[in-house]
Structure formats: structure tokens, C-alpha cells
């Protein structure tokens, strides 16, 4: 027998042939550690996940970083939450925000999904090539040393083209869409090509933080500038609670006013935490002006630990995983409903149906994330006869804001004012359009 | 010229003074200026009687000189040879005011260089009995008897600009704390229990890089809060540094009842694992791990991993840092925090005078026997902390009033009830 055959790959696949003789059920998990960026990969949170799971568990670790783990007897819904929370451990890594869930961690139902497991391994056996996201490998680390300098990369440089923008819709139970809002917002990823190409901006934590302390202000110079032929009645950027205070944004602030444009500054928790006294003035500030604070990032591990209505938000974020169809996270989605936030909750990063379900069971009336975006799209697709463009270029296309790259639409009022109507969020403008 | 209304003393320093200035290259000693007048009223005669037991044997040993001034300030002529000494005194001295009025209370004159300045502020000082009040002269503001040194021709009324922490900052302060010995810096202070009018009882000891200090030594005049996330990562920086101070020593002094100050991703370090490994672990449940909550929130995923591992160890948690009004936001409890940190502030006396019902809720909330009010710097604050309901308290007043307790006791067996 030569070393290959003896190698993890070999190894994995004689277990599973044993274990499947058995009348267990088995699940085979395959973590993409080698898919996260570098520094992710060498985090001790993975060495411990992997204590912890290892300890009742067959782990395995392939030549690339990637781990194999077989579970015995679990319930598919058991072990969906288990890896959501394996998932929640990296929420900044693009393999993670970027792409559907599977690209970080797959799982296959050995009864049924064998042969395919089994080919993958296969195809592992004797390759040692790494696959990596986003070029990262030949980045150096932000530090305090090259912060200024990228600071003042990003100050000079025009964001437009790195700005997106993501619907926030209604579905009806009759799955019909209306659009109610805009958010506006810049990526790592984008940043890393069209600003910041240098650095991994995703390596310090606090760094990245100070960083968009001028990267709002950018966002919001790309808003003006950009021209959007119809600039949408609502639209919301992130923000830290400084920016608020910041002359910038009181221009801004007074400009869309003026237009007749509402902003929703989406707030993170852990800015309040820095300063609680800012969060109460700047939400006295943005009401002076009609404006709007939407409480972000609430996932299921924050429905655990907070009150979210104790920050008195006008609109709250709730991130879908599996792990929020556990009974606790509905009780409590339904205590913020009871006290006051009924029509204030969005359901965000819904990549699949699973997420409008459990939102509509769940009495939640707002969605965003990449299958509304699909939904979208195609939608606006069965109305745009003229034109055959792929699903996916249209939905790119509608997620620009700048010039130069709306011309790839050849039909722009198609997207700008989507014809299947937008609806006013408030409670009390609930006419439609 | 003498003024005619200068106490006896003051006399003396004036002469002696003119004494030197005949022949400024053979002055024997500097100066050290206490501005006694900067601290609250309240403050003085505790400070006063500290300052004189701490000077009297320099001033007996070595033949130092004081002079008390009319206004309470001080002037101490001492040998330059010991200054390491002085400065020593100094460190003490300024532990025990509030933080706000330490920055302008001592400066030291190197008096071959300095006389000219020096003989201008002792001539502005003198001739002022504190029963006076003197309005025909403007009292020059702290700041500006302090910045009085310096060549800059600052209008009195203007304060010192605060600079905001900036990266290149941020970077020189960091690689200096590579080759810095912190034992220097590291500090202690006890979390006491005071129950009706008792005596603190120390129930541990916070174990922490003095902020101020490293300030003030390195970073003179910066405001912390103008760049937060940046101070985010200087906290742990330190945070990690005084980790692996503690991981160095030998002496048996952090080996019990002690808390530290941690960032979550340290939690899951090895240097966190090296830290575990010398404590035995009988007495890991006097140990309180101090994250904040900017730090929790911040990666919650991480928390409860961090906070798990901990607690398995035996070890406990403390959510430290919260203020009045993020206490509104945090359920201990739910965290599952052994203790809650809030910090003192008068807003919270004054809270309490408009009756404002919602912070006895939230103390309510998180169960006042876990909860420590920190920072406290009067008596008052102690009654309020009281009127909450929470006995364990932490700051200066509570230094001092172990410091005067007769024979500090330390509770042996810790116990949190549930």
C-alpha cells in the first residue's frame, strides 16, 4: 500500500464503509477551512471547535486544512443548527457573507448521498492545492503602521462603482412583491478592488471598524455623486453613531429631507455599547429630520442576550439561519412583535425559500437577502419582454447605483421603478403605489 | 519686590529664592510645585496631611525644604539626585485625588533651567490667603499655571486642546509596550465589600495597566473617545501584555482572588491556556475574567465560546465597563456573568433625585448582589450604591478607606450566593 492510500482520504472513505453496516443513520460534514481567508484559518476558535467536536464525533482533517467530520444519529434539523453555529463563528469571512451556505461547510446524508460524498473524496485524494477566496493569501494584515496611509487610499478614491444597493421587500401571502426600500452599502470585497487593494481589511477587527468611520462618509459621497436617475423615497446606509454627528452627514441629512427622501441609519450593537449617551442623541437627531434607526445584525445568538426592544429601534434586523427555527428564538421573536415591533422586523440574508417560510410563518413582513434578489429579478424579467438577459445579469444589474455600470441595462427604468410597485413601510402611510 | 501681605513662609521661599538667583549654576536643588489648589475642597486636608507623612523623613533624611503657601500649594525645594525618589512620592500622591484634578497637580522645575519661569509663578502664587478672593487679579485657571512653564504665550481662559489618538500613535505606543517592564505600570486595586458603615472587606483585586498612566507618560493630552475603536485595540494590546506579565510571575501574588481584564479573542489563546496552566484550580473560582461589553457584542458567537471555556475551568465572568445607560440594555443573567461592573457617575444621584424609576429597574434586573459600582471617588457615592442595593464597590474612596481601615481583612472564602 503506497502513502496515498493510507492517507486521511483513504481513511475516511474504510470508515464510512464500516459504519454504514450498521443501521445508523450518518451524516458526513465537510468544513471548508481551507475556503475561509488565512487568518480565519489559523484562528483558535477553529482548534476549538474541533476539540469540541471531535470529542463524540469521527474528525478527520484532509491534507488542505478541510476537516471531515461523520456524525452518527443526529436529526437533520439538529445538525443544521449545529453547523449555523459553526457558521455564526466567522460572520465577517466572505465564505460565509458571500455565498450560500454550503460553500463553508456541506453535509451529505451518507444513506442517500454516498456515491457523491465519496467522489468528492475521491477527487481530494493525492491533490494538495488549496482553494482560496478573494486572493487574500498575498495580502498583508491592516495594522496600526499602514492604517493612516489606507485610510487616506480610501479618502482619495471614488466609491461609486463600490456601492450596492439591496432591496427590502414585503411578500404577500400570495408571494407578490413590493419593494419598500434601498440599502446602500460597500463590501470588503469590493473595497479590496476598487480602493484598498493592498491590505486584508478583514484581518483586525478594530482596525476595520476605525476604518469605516470614513468609509460612511465615502458611501455617502458615492450617493450624491452617483446621479441615480430615480433615487428611491427610502434608502439606508450603516453607519456609526459618530458619523451621525459628523457636519457630512448634516448635509446630507438636510439635502435628502429636501428631496423627500427618508434615511434609515442601520446601527450595529456593539457601536451603542461604545456609547450609549451618542445612541440616544443621534436617534433625537435623525427624528428631528424624519429620519429612521434600524437596530442591525440581530442573529440568534443576540435574540439570546439581548432585549432588542429596550433599544427602542424604528426597525429591526433579524439575520436568518436554521438556528432560528429553535422554539426559543420564535417565543422571543414573538415577545418583540407583542411589544411594539410588530411591523418593524426584517428578515435579512434569506439565500433560500426556508427563510421566507419560516418569516411568514413567523408573522415577519420584510425580507432581504439573495433569493428576494432572484425573486426580484425574475420578476422584473417576465415583464421585460424585449429583453432576454440571464436571471443572474439582471440581478447584478440591479444591484448598481453608479453611471458606468447601470449602462450594462438596456432597460433602466425597468429596475429603477419596478413596476410591480413599491409600498410605504410606515404603519401609517400604508397606501400603495 | 516683597508684597507686604505674604505669610512667614512664603517670605522665606522668596528669599531663598533671591538667593539662588545671584548664582543660578550653583543651585543645589528643583522644585516640585503642588497645586493643592486645583483638588476639591473636600479633598484638601486628607491630601495635605498624606502629602506631609509621605515628604517629612525626604525632608528629614536629605534636607528637602517645604513651603506652604497662603492658597494651600505647596513648594518643595529638593535634591536632584533624588528625583527617582520624588517622583516615586509623586506616583503615590496623585493615586489618591480624582482623576481630573491629578493631571495639574504636581510639576517639577529643573531650576538651572527653569528659575526665571519658576520665580513667575511663585510671584504670581504668593500673597493669596484662601480666605481672600482676589478680584482685582485674575486667579490664573489650573491649566495655565501648569502650561506656565512652557514658552507657548496661551491666553490663560484657553484650555490644553485634546488631540484625538491617531493610527501612527496608536502604532508608537504599541511597539514601545514590547520592551516596556510593566511591572512599573501595572496596578491594584481592591473590590471591596462595604455593607452599612463596615469597613471594606477586599474581596479581590483588579489586576490593570493604569489607562491614566500610560497617558500621561506617553500620550499627553490625547481623548480616548474621539478615536474608540482605536483605544479598543490599545486595551488589548495591554490587556494581552499584562496577561503575560502575570504568566511571568512567580511570586504567588496572582494566584488568587484576582480579576483581569480580557478581550474575548484572548479568552481563546494560547496565551490564555499558559495563564490556565499555573493556577491550581482550586482557585480558579477567585478569579474574574473582565470583558466589555463593545467586545461581547462585537462577535457573540465568540463569547459564548470564550465564556464556556472559561467557566468550565472554574473561572468566573464580569461584564465591566457598563455605564448608567447601558445598564438598561444588559441582562447579567442572560449573558451568564457571574458579576456586573457599572460605573459611578453623579448623573446617577441625579437620576435618582428626579425619581427616575427605570435605573432601580435595571439594577433590578441584573440583581444588585452582583453588581459593583466602580469608580467611586466620594462617600457619596457609596450611599447611592446603597440606596441601590449594592454592596461591592470599587475606586479611589474605596483605596482610601482600606488604606485607614484598621488591618485589612481579606474575605477568604468566595462566595457569590445565588
Given at each position: ?41 489559523n484562528d483558535n476558535k477553529?482548534a476549538v ?385 | ?239 494581552k501584555?499584562?496577561l503575560s506579565?502575570?504568566n ?17 479573542s484572548t479568552i481563546l489563546s494560547p496565551d490564555f491556556v499558559s495563564f490556565d496552566k ?141
Amino acid at each position: 500500500m503506497d502513502a496515498l492510500s493510507q492517507g486521511p482520504e483513504q481513511q475516511i472513505i474504510d470508515a464510512v464503509e464500516r459504519l454504514l453496516k450498521s443501521p445508523d443513520n450518518f451524516y458526513a460534514v465537510r468544513i471548508f477551512v481551507s475556503r475561509l481567508l488565512p487568518i480565519h484559518q489559523n484562528d483558535n476558535k477553529i482548534a476549538v471547535i474541533l476539540h469540541i467536536l471531535g470529542e463524540n464525533n469521527y474528525l478527520y482533517k484532509l491534507s488542505n486544512q478541510d476537516v471531515i467530520l461523520i456524525i452518527r444519529n443526529v436529526k437533520k434539523d439538529h445538525l443544521e443548527e449545529l453547523l449555523d453555529s459553526i457558521r455564526a463563528l466567522f460572520p465577517r469571512d466572505p465564505a460565509i457573507l458571500q455565498h450560500p451556505p454550503e460553500y463553508f461547510i456541506h453535509s451529505y446524508n451518507l444513506r442517500t448521498e454516498y456515491r457523491l460524498f465519496v467522489a468528492e473524496i475521491d477527487k481530494m485524494a493525492g491533490k494538495d492545492v488549496p482553494s482560496l477566496a478573494n486572493n487574500a493569501i498575498n495580502k498583508t494584515p491592516l495594522t496600526p503602521e499602514n492604517l493612516e496611509g489606507e485610510e487616506q487610499r480610501a479618502k482619495l478614491s471614488n466609491l461609486a462603482d463600490a456601492v450596492r444597493r439591496q432591496a427590502v421587500v414585503t411578500v404577500s401571502s400570495d408571494k407578490k412583491i413590493k419593494v419598500l426600500f434601498y440599502e446602500l452599502f460597500t463590501s470588503t470585497a469590493l473595497l479590496g478592488q476598487r480602493a484598498i487593494p493592498n491590505v486584508n481589511l478583514l484581518s483586525d477587527a478594530w482596525l476595520f471598524q476605525h476604518l469605516t468611520e470614513t468609509l460612511d462618509l465615502k458611501v455617502i459621497e458615492a450617493v450624491q455623486v452617483s446621479n441615480m436617475t430615480f433615487v428611491p423615497p427610502v434608502i439606508s446606509l450603516n453607519l456609526n453613531i459618530s458619523t451621525v454627528f459628523t457636519p457630512m452627514f448634516a448635509e446630507f441629512s438636510q439635502a435628502m429631507k429636501e428631496k423627500g427622501v427618508t434615511l434609515i441609519a442601520e446601527i450595529q450593537v456593539r457601536d451603542i455599547f461604545s456609547n450609549a449617551a451618542e445612541y440616544a442623541k443621534a436617534k433625537d437627531l435623525l427624528h428631528q429630520s424624519g429620519h429612521k434607526v434600524l437596530l442591525d445584525g440581530i442573529s440568534h445568538n443576540s435574540l439570546l442576550f439581548l432585549d432588542v426592544m429596550s433599544f427602542e429601534p424604528d426597525l429591526i434586523k433579524i439575520i436568518w439561519s436554521s438556528q432560528l427555527e429553535d422554539a426559543y428564538d420564535i417565543e422571543v421573536v414573538q415577545q418583540i412583535q407583542e411589544k411594539g415591533g410588530k411591523n418593524k422586523i426584517i428578515l435579512c440574508r434569506c439565500d433560500d425559500e426556508k427563510a421566507l417560510m419560516w418569516g411568514m410563518t413567523n408573522k415577519v413582513m420584510f425580507f432581504q437577502g439573495y433569493f428576494v434578489d432572484k425573486m426580484v429579478s425574475a420578476l422584473a424579467k417576465s415583464l421585460c419582454k424585449d429583453f432576454g438577459c440571464p436571471l443572474a445579469d439582471c440581478i447584478e444589474n440591479h444591484k448598481v447605483i453608479s453611471d458606468t455600470l447601470r449602462r450594462k441595462c438596456p432597460n433602466i427604468k425597468m429596475i429603477d421603478n419596478p413596476p410591480f410597485g413599491t409600498a410605504k413601510i410606515w404603519e401609517d402611510e400604508n397606501a400603495e403605489n | 519686590m516683597l508684597k507686604t501681605d505674604l505669610t512667614r513662609q512664603e517670605s522665606q521661599l522668596v528669599l531663598s529664592l533671591k538667593k539662588f538667583e545671584a548664582n543660578l549654576n550653583r543651585i543645589p536643588y528643583d522644585a516640585l510645585y503642588l497645586q493643592t489648589s486645583v483638588l476639591p475642597e473636600s479633598e484638601k486636608s486628607n491630601f495635605l496631611s498624606a502629602v506631609n507623612d509621605m515628604l517629612q523623613p525626604m525632608i528629614l533624611l536629605h534636607k528637602w525644604q517645604k513651603f506652604f503657601l497662603g492658597n494651600d500649594d505647596i513648594v518643595l525645594l529638593f535634591s536632584p539626585e533624588q528625583k527617582d525618589e520624588l517622583e516615586a512620592i509623586i506616583f503615590k500622591i496623585k493615586f489618591f485625588v480624582p482623576e481630573e484634578s491629578s493631571e495639574d497637580l504636581t510639576k517639577i522645575y529643573t531650576l538651572k533651567k527653569q528659575f526665571k519661569e519658576f520665580m513667575a509663578l511663585v510671584n504670581s502664587q504668593v500673597g493669596k490667603k484662601k480666605e481672600t478672593n482676589n478680584t482685582d487679579e485674575k486667579a490664573a485657571p489650573a491649566k495655565a499655571v501648569a502650561a506656565g512653564a512652557a514658552k507657548e504665550k496661551d491666553k490663560p481662559e484657553e484650555k490644553i486642546k485634546k488631540q484625538p489618538l491617531t493610527p501612527k500613535m496608536l502604532s508608537t505606543v504599541e511597539n514601545s509596550l514590547k520592551g516596556t517592564d510593566f511591572a512599573n505600570m501595572i496596578r491594584r486595586q481592591s473590590v471591596c465589600a462595604v455593607v452599612g458603615s463596615s469597613h471594606p472587606q477586599s474581596m479581590f483585586d483588579e489586576v490593570f495597566v493604569s489607562v491614566a498612566d500610560l497617558r500621561d507618560t506617553m500620550l499627553p493630552n490625547v481623548d480616548f473617545s474621539l478615536t474608540p475603536w482605536l483605544f479598543q485595540h490599545l486595551t488589548e494590546t495591554l490587556d494581552k501584555r499584562v496577561l503575560s506579565h502575570i504568566n511571568r510571575h512567580d511570586e504567588g501574588s496572582f494566584k488568587s482572588h484576582f480579576s483581569v481584564n480580557l478581550n474575548v479573542s484572548t479568552i481563546l489563546s494560547p496565551d490564555f491556556v499558559s495563564f490556565d496552566k499555573e493556577i491550581p484550580s482550586t482557585f480558579k473560582n477567585t478569579i474574574f475574567l473582565e470583558l466589555q461589553p463593545v467586545d461581547i457584542f462585537s462577535d457573540l458567537a465568540s463569547y459564548i465560546m470564550a465564556k464556556n471555556f472559561a467557566k468550565e475551568r472554574g473561572y468566573k465572568i464580569c461584564v465591566d465597563g457598563i455605564s448608567h445607560t447601558s445598564l438598561r440594555y444588559i441582562d447579567r443573567e442572560r449573558l451568564g456573568a457571574d458579576l456586573i461592573k457599572m460605573f459611578w457617575s453623579q448623573d446617577i444621584l441625579r437620576r435618582l433625585e428626579e425619581n427616575d424609576e427605570t435605573l432601580q429597574e435595571d439594577v433590578k434586573r441584573n440583581g444588585p448582589s452582583r453588581m459593583v459600582l466602580a469608580r467611586v471617588d466620594d462617600a457619596k457615592a457609596i450611599d447611592v450604591g446603597h440606596t441601590l442595593g449594592i454592596n461591592i464597590f470599587q475606586g479611589r474612596y474605596v483605596q482610601k478607606m482600606l488604606s485607614s481601615a484598621p488591618g485589612k481583612r481579606r474575605v477568604t472564602s468566595f462566595y457569590i450566593g445565588k
